[in-house]
């Protein structure tokens, strides 16, 4: 079973690159964020044509989740929200029931700055999925998406130049030290425990080219699943072309 994540940074824009994405790998679930679209205006169409149905939590010009499988595979149970959240209104968590699987696609909150008042939102953003994973553990369950946490400095180009910076706080780690603690874990150190590999780089001053990234997109899984797991890989070729994502996908190969 292939499984991925990806923040597409607005679906329509990056819609040829997604649908190319979906004929070169042929995944069996998809994790989308940052879809960026409403109800209405999400592209549905194209992944219908392209063989896939589509479940999505959207709301307009920010945020926004879906999950993805092929035509043939029940996505059940279907659930928009994280319970105890802040910022409900702005889509950032859908959960459905895939082959077994409750797979979660989730955007957390950036944070902005560390006094600014999203970063508090953001930290009681990660103690609901924390107990949204206890409430969720003793199944199959894979929780994929943009964290926007580096989990460690080796997840960091440059920890110096992130200092008094979000995403690599002891506050933001504790908490993502917390979801892993509920039952979960991260399917790329399972694998790779000491590989310096990135998801995310800004699109300014030739970051990626440069290789001034951050590990940020990440897929937590349930204990069986990462037992079962054979490969953990970013596609940097996604990265690449016209229009990008400021991200790559992350690609999970499980034995089941």
Not at 139 to 158: E, T
Request: aromatic residues 8%; negative net charge.
């Amino acid at each position: 079973m292939k499984i991925v994540t990806w923040n597409v940074n607005s679906v329509k824009a990056r819609i040829p690159r997604v649908l190319e994405f979906l004929h070169t790998h042929r995944p069996d679930i998809v994790c989308l964020q940052e879809t960026k679209t409403t109800a209405d205006t999400f592209p549905r169409g194209a992944f219908m044509e392209a063989g896939y149905t589509a479940v999505d939590h959207s709301a307009g010009q920010w945020a926004g989740v879906a999950i993805l499988a092929p035509h043939g595979t029940a996505i059940t149970d279907v659930e928009l929200g994280l319970p105890g959240a802040p910022l409900a209104e702005e889509a950032r968590w859908i959960e459905a029931t895939i082959g077994g699987i409750r797979v979660v696609s989730v955007y957390v909150i950036n944070g902005r700055t560390l006094d600014d008042p999203m970063f508090a939102a953001k930290l009681t953003f990660l103690e609901a999925m924390a107990a949204r994973v206890r409430a969720l553990e003793g199944q199959p369950l894979v929780v994929a998406g943009d964290f926007n946490i580096a989990p460690a400095d080796i997840d960091v180009y440059s920890p110096a130049a992130f200092a008094h910076s979000t995403h690599v706080t002891p506050d933001e780690r504790g908490r993502l030290h917390a979801i892993l603690e509920a039952g979960v874990v991260d399917a790329y150190r399972h694998l790779d425990p000491e590989g310096v590999h990135y998801t995310w780089w800004d699109y300014r001053g030739g970051d990626f080219h440069r290789g001034l990234g951050l590990r940020i997109d990440l897929a937590l899984l349930s204990p069986d699943l990462a037992a079962a797991l054979k490969t953990c890989g970013i596609d940097r070729d996604f990265r690449k072309g016209p229009k990008p994502s400021d991200h790559a996908p992350l690609i999970l190969d499980i034995d089941r």
